[in-house]
């Protein structure tokens, strides 16, 4: 007979919420913990309360920041006449690993359903039009997933974005329908990026 842990359940079931597991594999890691908990528990343990008390969401650029410091929006060192628009954390991280692109990045934090009533307060969008005009950002690439919503959100952005002075332009070549950016190797990367398209302003 299986012996059940309430704890040890409840474990597993907020581990097969990570993306990528499932009950089976949430198991074999919280088994893999169990059995070594002075070396791997407790240190997973205080790093994650760390995180929880002292990493925060920018409310301008959408990157992490410890609590109470500076965000890397914030750095006047750094001088770029370019800005990645991009979904979420995981597509920016996978576009720096790449080293395709030089220049800001703004992370939305989400992406609008077309079929769900919209509030743009939702996303960093307001934000992301001040940093255009305080940065004089002379391109815009919108780096959003090939999906529905990837491609409403950057339908929008387009509209709000579009005037004389800033190009406008998004991932051409390379990146493949119902994509998403998290999902994609780096020459697929280096590839849409490359080929990335103007923005028509018709």
Same mark, same amino acid.
């Given at each position: 007979?299986?012996?059940?842990?309430?704890?040890?359940?409840?474990?597993?079931?907020?581990?097969?919420?990570?993306?990528?597991?499932?009950?089976?594999?949430?198991?074999?890691?919280?088994?893999?913990?169990?059995?070594?908990?002075?070396?791997?528990?407790?240190?997973?343990?205080?790093?994650?309360?760390?995180?929880?008390?002292?990493?925060?969401?920018?409310?301008?650029?959408?990157?992490?920041?410890?609590?109470?410091?500076?965000?890397?929006?914030?750095?006047?060192?750094?001088?770029?006449?370019?800005?990645?628009?991009?979904?979420?954390?995981?597509?920016?991280?996978?576009?720096?690993?790449?080293?395709? #692109?030089?220049?800001?990045?703004?992370?939305?934090?989400?992406?609008?359903?077309?079929?769900?009533? #919209?509030?743009?307060?939702?996303?960093?969008?307001?934000?992301?039009? *001040?940093?255009? *005009?305080?940065?004089?950002?002379?391109?815009?690439?919108?780096?959003?997933?090939?999906?529905?919503?990837?491609?409403?959100?950057?339908?929008?952005?387009?509209?709000?974005?579009?005037?004389?002075?800033?190009?406008?332009?998004?991932?051409?070549?390379?990146?493949?329908?119902?994509?998403?950016?998290?999902?994609?190797?780096?020459?697929?990367?280096?590839?849409?990026?490359?080929?990335?398209?103007?923005?028509?302003?018709?």
């Amino acid at each position: 007979m299986e012996n059940h842990i309430r704890e040890i359940e409840e474990l597993i079931k907020q581990f097969s919420k990570l993306p990528g597991l499932g009950p089976k594999s949430a198991k074999r890691i919280i088994l893999k913990l169990i059995n070594n908990k002075e070396n791997m528990v407790k240190p997973l343990a205080k790093s994650l309360a760390n995180v929880y008390k002292t990493v925060v969401r920018c409310n301008f650029c959408g990157n992490l920041k410890v609590n109470q410091n500076k965000c890397i929006c914030e750095d006047n060192n750094k001088n770029f006449d370019k800005i990645c628009v991009v979904e979420n954390l995981a597509d920016m991280w996978v576009i720096e690993s790449s080293e395709v #692109f030089k220049g800001y990045f703004h992370i939305l934090g989400g992406t609008i359903n077309p079929n769900e009533n #919209f509030n743009q307060k939702n996303l960093l969008i307001d934000s992301l039009i *001040k940093r255009i *005009k305080n940065n004089n950002i002379k391109e815009v690439i919108i780096a959003t997933s090939a999906t529905v919503e990837g491609q409403t959100t950057a339908h929008y952005i387009e509209d709000i974005v579009k005037n004389g002075k800033t190009k406008v332009s998004k991932l051409g070549q390379g990146l493949p329908v119902g994509g998403e950016i998290e999902q994609l190797d780096d020459g697929t990367l280096i590839s849409a990026f490359k080929n990335r398209i103007p923005v028509s302003s018709d």
